[in-house]
């Protein structure tokens, strides 16, 4: 096997860790492979690096490669998402004001109720300027939907704002925006900065969300197919690594460095942990915060690359069929069953799945191994059948 050299882009976020880990604890190696690790600035600037060559490969946000097989972002390049990086991970957080006006009416901040969330900030009845890190993200895609199904018309009824993640506490704290949605660790350096409170995580929203991918442009991955499952294997095997809670510390401590967050570890523990701050007084634990690899987490279902298309389509007015379509040939469970046969991965018997109305433990149909999918539910109770995503 002959070693060889990667450039892969990634943003200062705690789930950043499979890339981060496969590098540092030898994974890579193990596949004759340095990685060259990039830090972006913004994820606009990240998908171009991509793009444009600057990197071989990059954590994305999983709406990304979406977007642009639906022509939307004004970049067009085809990628190929060859796996997901991590299921959730993301925190809804309101300004000092905008929280002291929930409690004032009498929300009781459980962050685990998006049901009761919703609906307490409708009923302030006052139009919301929200942070999101990049218009085509998970955080805006499960906002509007939390949002629409709350009784609030969106993007209608808001005005959404984009910050880079690390802008996102300093936004909130000048006024510039009421609530956000964003990866941590940067919601709870929110909090630390004492500029507001968490409402939601995320996965109270969609338990299930896909919220990174491992991207590459589809013309490298058909070009390097070595290269491209060298570095699957590696960051499966990171994440596996990552998803023994003995080894949380390890990883907090790795991710805190200069290099890679440069934030204290304490903070991008609580993330691993699940154990969250939302105020500077008040903690929560919130189980599966972030998964990296248990119940096939990283396995792209084409159902997942569907269901955003189905959102954006219905949004924008794009033709559904053509959209989902689409979308289906950018999550790339062709290559992930072809590079992660022979490491143990857990093959899925189908490319597709039901998303919400899975209870956690579920056994699903595997070609290799014994697979026991996790929760996936959204918070409405809907069941989204991609045969039928209209």
């Not at 950043?16 to 596949?31: K, V």
């Not at 993640?165 to 956000?180: H, R, T, V, Y």
Request: glycine share 10%; aromatic share 8%.
């Amino acid at each position: 096997m002959k070693a060889a050299t990667l450039s892969v882009g990634y943003m200062p976020l705690v789930d950043a860790a499979p890339l981060i880990i496969a590098r540092e604890m030898g994974f890579a190696a193990e596949e004759g492979l340095t990685l060259d690790l990039v830090r972006a600035p913004s994820w606009s600037s990240l998908r171009d690096m991509l793009v444009f060559g600057r990197v071989e490969a990059a954590q994305l946000l999983s709406p990304v490669p979406v977007a642009m097989a639906l022509g939307l972002g004004g970049v067009a390049a085809p990628l190929a998402a060859l796996m997901v990086l991590s299921l959730n991970g993301t925190v809804i957080g309101v300004s000092a004001p905008l929280a002291e006006a929930l409690r004032a009416r009498g929300h009781g901040f459980d962050f685990a109720d998006a049901r009761a969330a919703g609906r307490a900030l409708v009923e302030l009845g006052r139009r919301l300027s929200i942070g999101v890190p990049f218009p085509f993200s998970m955080h805006a895609e499960l906002l509007y939907y939390w949002l629409l199904a709350s009784g609030l018309p969106a993007p209608q009824g808001v005005d959404v704002r984009t910050f880079p993640p690390p802008l996102m506490a300093e936004a909130l704290a000048a006024g510039e925006i009421d609530a956000f949605c964003v990866g941590e660790p940067w919601g709870s350096m929110a909090i630390e900065a004492g500029a507001g409170e968490l409402l939601l995580p995320g996965r109270a929203i969609w338990s299930a969300a896909p919220e990174k991918v491992l991207a590459v442009r589809a013309e490298w991955a058909e070009a390097e197919p070595g290269l491209a499952g060298r570095l699957m294997r590696a960051v499966w095997r990171a994440g596996r690594w990552l998803c023994e809670p003995e080894r949380n510390v390890t990883a907090a401590e790795i991710l805190s460095r200069a290099d890679y967050l440069d934030l204290p570890s304490e903070v991008i523990d609580r993330a691993l942990t699940g154990q969250l701050f939302i105020s500077a007084s008040e903690r929560r634990h919130v189980r599966g915060f972030v998964e990296f690899h248990e119940g096939a987490a990283t396995y792209p279902w084409r159902s997942q690359a569907v269901w955003i298309a189905a959102q954006m389509a219905g949004r924008m007015g794009l033709e559904p069929i053509g959209a989902t379509k689409a979308a289906r040939a950018v999550f790339r469970t062709d290559l992930y069953r072809r590079h992660l046969a022979d490491c143990g991965a857990v093959l899925p018997g189908a490319a597709e799945k039901l998303e919400g109305g899975i209870a956690a433990g579920t056994a699903a149909a595997s070609e290799t191994g014994r697979l026991i999918l996790g929760e996936n539910n959204f918070f409405d109770g809907r069941i989204f059948d991609p045969s039928a995503p209209i």
